[in-house]
């Protein structure tokens, strides 16, 4: 039967269902009352999942052609994320799942974009190793059948959407930044700045590959601000003139680090089929960096299509399918979880 999935829990309000084994709609409603703020405004961002998360679920389930009676399980978010917006796509899983009389299955945001890679053909087999790349998460896994997940690597500050969306802020670009500087980085040159590896290598302890995003864009930060006096320019004309090369070359450090560690993580685990997910997978010059790694070293990539990288339901009901089909579902009593790990 039919999977309905919810997820709300950022400024995303989105539906999806899940039927016969594949994909058959995902709707995402965007919110735009972020828009000015500089960032989500949590109080801003569950009045909107309020207003939207019924019409959204209505739109998901006519473009599928499923009448909701013929719904068989209702899966949603519950953390990690904003408290006021989980709780929205919360009671509405609730509310259905008890007027239906059906099963509730509890997703991990994290575990869904992880699950991501599943939406489509050809997906990886298991284990897989998964580099995921999100507006608040960095984390290099091996992912094994069954839901389990191995950290080989982790950010020990900020996580890499975090650090687009800071340095598109620092070059007066919108939120959310990582789409800004990955169109402006497409016209710039990334050799005219030399910018640090957002890298670490942890010889102590057992990680593959630990990063220090913050690093990286307090580089950027002092580039910004320097530079424009030792080229007796004023700052708004500097940044007019070089806003793209910082952006390409910003781009170019953050890809090289991901891209190596996870060259790294093939060769000390074997594993050969790899994933990268999460918004910061959408960035062109990432999935062209891995395209190009993963061709000259003979491992298979898997990314998801890129309305699939950010935020989405379609990811939270192909990971409930695997939750049901392991017998595993939720009471109705289950609680948002802000802080919610993989
Ligand atoms: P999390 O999943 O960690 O809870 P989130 O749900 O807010 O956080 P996502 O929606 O997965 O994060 O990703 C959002 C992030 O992806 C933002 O930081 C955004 O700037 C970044 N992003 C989106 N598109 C691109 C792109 N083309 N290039 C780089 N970054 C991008
Ligand atoms: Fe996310």
């Known amino acids: 039967p039919p999977i ?24 995402v409603a965007s919110q735009r009352v972020h828009e000015g703020w500089g960032g989500v405004v949590p109080e801003l961002a569950s009045r909107a999942h309020q207003r939207l998360i019924v019409p959204t679920v209505k739109t998901a389930l006519e473009e599928a052609g499923v009448p909701l009676a013929e719904v068989g399980a209702i899966a949603v978010t519950y953390g990690p994320g904003l408290a006021g917006s989980l709780l929205v796509g919360l009671s509405t ?37 998964c580099l995921t790349v999100s507006g608040g998460h960095t984390l290099l896994t091996l992912v094994r059948e069954g839901f389990v997940h191995e950290e080989l690597g982790r950010t020990r500050d900020d ?16 939120y959310p930044g990582g ?39 307090t ?12 080229a007796g320019m004023a700052p708004d004309a500097w940044l007019e003139a070089n806003r793209a090369d910082v952006a390409a070359a910003f781009q170019h450090a953050a890809s090289e680090a991901l891209v190596g560690a996870l060259s790294d993580a093939v060769r000390q685990t074997g594993v050969q089929d790899v994933a990268i997910v999460g918004g910061v997978s959408a960035n ?10 993963s061709g000259a070293e003979g491992w298979t990539l898997h990314m998801p299509a890129m309305r699939f990288s950010v935020d989405n339901a379609a990811m939270i009901a192909v990971t409930a399918a695997f939750k049901w089909a392991a017998g595993e579902t939720d009471d109705l009593s289950l609680g948002a979880e802000p802080s919610l790990k993989l």
Not at 4 to 21: F, H, K, M, R
């Open 93 to 129: 899983a609730k509310g259905l799942a008890l007027g239906l009389g059906i099963p509730l299955i509890g997703v991990n945001h994290l575990e869904g974009h992880v699950y991501s890679v599943f939406v489509d053909e050809p997906h990886p087999a298991f284990p897989f190793l």
């Open 219 to 230: 580089a950027v930060r002092y580039t910004v601000a320097d530079a424009p006096e030792a």
């Open 284 to 293: 062109s010059g990432l999935r062209a960096a891995a395209q190009e790694a």
């Open 159 to 174: 996580a890499a959407g975090e650090a687009f969306d800071k340095v598109a802020r620092l070059l007066g670009l919108g």
């Open 179 to 217: 789409p800004h500087i990955d169109r402006l980085a497409a016209s710039g040159d990334a050799t005219q700045f030399a910018l640090p590896s957002p890298r670490i290598t942890n010889h102590k302890s057992r990680s593959v590959a630990d990063f220090s995003f913050s690093g990286l864009k």
């Open 4 to 27: 309905l999935a919810i997820e709300s829990s950022c400024d995303d309000t989105a539906a999806a269902v899940w039927a016969g084994g594949r994909l058959a709609s995902s709707v």
